[in-house]
């Protein structure tokens, strides 16, 4: 079937048009979806989508030409959505796979990098602390630990040879890098195995080589190796195709810090004395009984967590070993204060249980995991202290009529809003959150504004229907469809 390369994918669509409400330029009226659809036609803005042009900025990960993912079992544009759910190629016998690696150019060859040592763990966070993720303005950088790269590439069941490193052979300098750490999804009504693919970096100089490619190739014969042939993966870039797309929305906390580095500015008709006052965060958490989870809360958070993830289309089954890991491994060492007001010493990650005083059943959690950037250029505040919201749940959503009359709203609201305190008493600067699970629903009243940056989700070698994000898909309203934060 021969495919149409003018049509341009619903979610680029749908990230110009909320990037031109946000400028004011266009009526609202008249931004439809056909009329935008028309205008980037005849701009030819396939050329972005194709990656022959860039349109999103340096923030956007580099993930490979399309000439490269046209040859690869994903969704291509103008398939339309797929008839039935399920792989576009299928799983091979091991012997089937290459055995050998891909070839490099000479000057390059492969490493498998051990992330718990911790001089090759340096290596990879030096490399991306350079190379990786930037915002429009390259004012920006995202700014990795050590601590934060062994609980996101070291949870149960990793495979180290699926931390892939490039490096020079003459002076072994590594300048490249992509990982890959299993995963279990469900996919609407599917239950597969997945490799979670992150960490896409390569050398500032070295983008001209083309080595995403074949990095993305390798670890994908990696994968193959242990017999998974699915995978799920995020990028800033529109590549063919998403299944889904979020927006990034951001809280201020610590307003005059974030107005000196330039990350917001003091709107009209507001004075940088009433910004403060409305951004405001409690002293500490509100709701009875809630305290930090423990490694006892773990069976009763896995079971809270299982239930509550079945809600969305998209989203990870995590066993009680991998709740341990991603809520309580990156909890840090020592005591409260050892590594700054509300900090342990390395603390990644935050992680809270309300218990019921007469049941003692935990009823809520919520976790929030930190992901500092360098403000390049700024030596008055080189760090920006940025919280990001990871899982929650909540038995009242469960309750009959809780979504219809308000009462899960509510709940979200309560828990994210404890969520502020600890923030706050933690002194970070910002809290960052996705238009993904229960988020659309609360976000502008917890006083989140948008933010430029669009998150698109993809699926390798599996076909679904688009899911729910940054807006509905059907009758399943944005958000519903992903329950997945990908680190």
Not at 123 to 132: C, F, G, H, P
Not at 235 to 263: D, M, Q, W
Not at 303 to 314: D, I, Q, V
């Amino acid at each position: 079937m021969k495919r149409d390369k003018s049509n341009i994918p619903e979610a680029f669509v749908h990230q110009v048009i909320e990037r031109v409400k946000a400028e004011g330029s266009i009526p609202e009226e008249d931004l439809t979806v056909e009329n935008i659809r028309g205008v980037l036609e005849h701009l030819k803005i396939m050329d972005v989508v194709q990656g022959k042009a860039g349109l999103l900025g340096s923030n956007a990960k580099d993930m490979g030409e399309h000439k490269f993912w046209e040859t690869q079992p994903v969704p291509q544009p103008g398939e339309g959505p797929p008839l039935d759910d399920g792989y576009i190629e299928p799983s091979k016998p091991r012997e089937e796979i290459r055995q050998e690696p891909y070839p490099l150019p000479k000057e390059f060859e492969w490493s498998v990098l051990d992330i718990g040592d911790p001089q090759q763990c340096k290596e990879v966070y030096d490399l991306l602390s350079a190379n990786y993720v930037e915002d429009d303005q390259a004012s920006f950088r995202f700014k990795y630990s050590a601590e934060f790269l062994k609980w996101a590439l070291m949870p149960p069941g990793y495979h180290k040879e699926w931390h892939i490193g490039v490096r020079v052979v003459s002076s072994k300098k590594l300048v490249a890098f992509i990982s890959g750490v299993p995963m279990t999804l469900h996919v609407r009504k599917n239950i597969i195995t997945v490799t979670e693919i992150n960490y896409l970096c390569v050398h500032k100089r070295l983008r001209s080589k083309r080595l995403a490619p074949v990095l993305i190739k390798e670890v994908t014969r990696q994968t193959h190796l242990k017999g998974i042939f699915q995978a799920i993966y995020t990028a800033g870039v529109i590549i063919p195709t998403p299944v889904s797309t979020c927006r990034y929305f951001h809280r201020s906390i610590n307003v005059p810090k974030l107005l000196e580095v330039g990350f917001c500015f003091v709107p009209r008709n507001m004075t940088q004395a009433r910004m403060i006052r409305l951004n405001a965060v409690p002293d500490t958490p509100t709701i009875p009984g809630v305290r930090e989870m423990e490694v006892n809360d773990v069976l009763q958070t896995a079971s809270l967590f299982t239930r509550y993830m079945r809600r969305f289309g998209l989203a990870p089954i995590f066993d009680v070993e991998e709740i341990k890991h991603y809520f309580l491994s990156g909890k840090g060492e020592g005591n409260i204060g050892d590594g700054g007001p509300g900090r342990r010493k390395g603390q990644v990650t935050w992680s809270f249980v309300v218990e019921d005083p007469e049941t003692h059943q935990i009823t809520d959690f919520f976790s929030f995991y930190s992901l500092p950037s360098t403000v390049i250029g700024n030596q008055k505040h080189p760090i920006l202290e940025a919280a990001y919201l990871f899982y929650y749940a909540t038995t009242v959503a469960f309750e009959p009529n809780a979504e219809e009359d308000g009462r899960l709203k509510a709940r979200v609201k309560a828990l994210i809003t404890d969520a502020f305190a600890i923030a706050g008493a933690a002194k970070f600067d910002v809290f960052n959150a996705l238009t993904l699970m229960d988020n659309a629903n609360i976000l502008q009243d917890l006083k989140f504004g948008p933010g430029d940056g669009f998150l698109n989700f993809y699926l390798y070698n599996w076909r679904t229907a688009p899911l729910a994000g940054m807006g509905p898909e059907g009758d399943v309203p944005a958000g519903k469809g992903v329950g997945i934060v990908m680190l």
